[in-house]
């Protein structure tokens, strides 16, 4: 699943471009753009992929993606009857650049909270409960209106965006530092990871999507994202085991098994080194917090 370059186009004389998306469901494919896009899930539940972090989504989210940080919101499917249904999706998407108002403004004193925002954003920001309550009637709000009107509540909206502090990054710093930084051949070997964690992943496949043998493969990819292939699988499928432990209706050993494990030792093994705890004590504090 290698990431698709989505090239946007500013619409002519607008700083930035908002619309209302109504759909069956998201489905679309993993992708990054030229532009940073502000998503604020009014309706929807299923998974979230930016950057290297897998998570759930629900009603309420609301996410800063950067430039180029490859992103993909997919929706669950429901069951009833014996039939697979998707249910009603409804979000709200804020594009624009950087420099939005010119190089010149963001450069400004005034300015220099948003610029830190836009910097942050690199990595994808999730925004806390009561940050993204207020985001998110912000973001409706700007629909009402046109022209210097809009603009300006566009830049109240990222003024307030910026001063939040409970915000929560998501992509890894050395993602960003490898995949963003445009690298074809670890993009490649990412994509083909996020396509096929599920399953059965081969070093061999890996290594001859980039025209290596395994030697060569395994010292670039060490080089380039300063772990093992197979440190940066685990995370990834832990990743996405945890998303599945948040479910009330998926068992730890059934989370292992969808993440790609067929050993239950091997999982919890690898669940404590890379969460800390146990997928056990993990359930236990998700619970308590909840």
Not at 102 to 122: D, H, R, T, W
Not at 225 to 254: M, P, W, Y
Request: charged residues 25%; glycine residues 4%; proline residues 3%.
């Amino acid at each position: 699943m290698k990431a698709n370059y989505h090239r946007l186009n500013n619409p002519i004389e607008q700083a930035f471009h908002i619309r209302k998306d109504v759909r069956e469901y998201f489905d679309d494919h993993w992708h990054f753009h030229n532009m940073l896009e502000l998503v604020y899930i009014q309706h929807g539940l299923g998974s979230r992929y930016i950057g290297d972090s897998i998570d759930s989504f629900s009603d309420g989210e609301v996410i800063l993606v950067g430039a180029k940080l490859p992103h993909v919101w997919k929706s669950n499917l429901i069951e009833t009857t014996g039939n697979i249904i998707h249910k009603k999706c409804i979000a709200y998407v804020i594009q624009f650049p950087a420099d939005f108002l010119g190089q010149n403004f963001m450069e400004l004193s005034e300015v220099k909270p948003i610029k830190n925002l836009i910097k942050l954003a690199e990595r994808g920001i999730a925004f806390n409960n009561e940050d993204r309550k207020v985001l998110s009637k912000k973001i409706k709000s700007i629909l009402k209106y046109d022209g210097m009107e809009r603009l300006i509540k566009f830049i109240d909206l990222l003024h307030y965006a910026s001063l939040t502090k409970k915000h929560k990054l998501l992509a890894s710093p050395l993602f960003v530092d490898t995949i963003v930084d445009n690298d074809p051949k670890i993009n490649k070997i990412f994509g083909y990871v996020m396509d096929n964690f599920t399953e059965n992943v081969e070093l061999t496949t890996a290594a001859e999507l980039v025209n290596m043998n395994k030697a060569a493969f395994c010292r670039y990819f060490k080089k380039r994202t300063k772990k093992t292939f197979s440190e940066f699988l685990n995370e990834v499928r832990i990743g996405h085991a945890c998303k599945l432990i948040s479910q009330d209706n998926v068992s730890i050993t059934e989370s292992a098994y969808l993440s790609g494990y067929n050993s239950p030792s091997y999982f919890y093994k690898q669940f404590k080194n890379i969460k800390g705890v146990s997928p056990t004590e993990y359930q236990s504090k998700l619970i308590q917090e909840s």
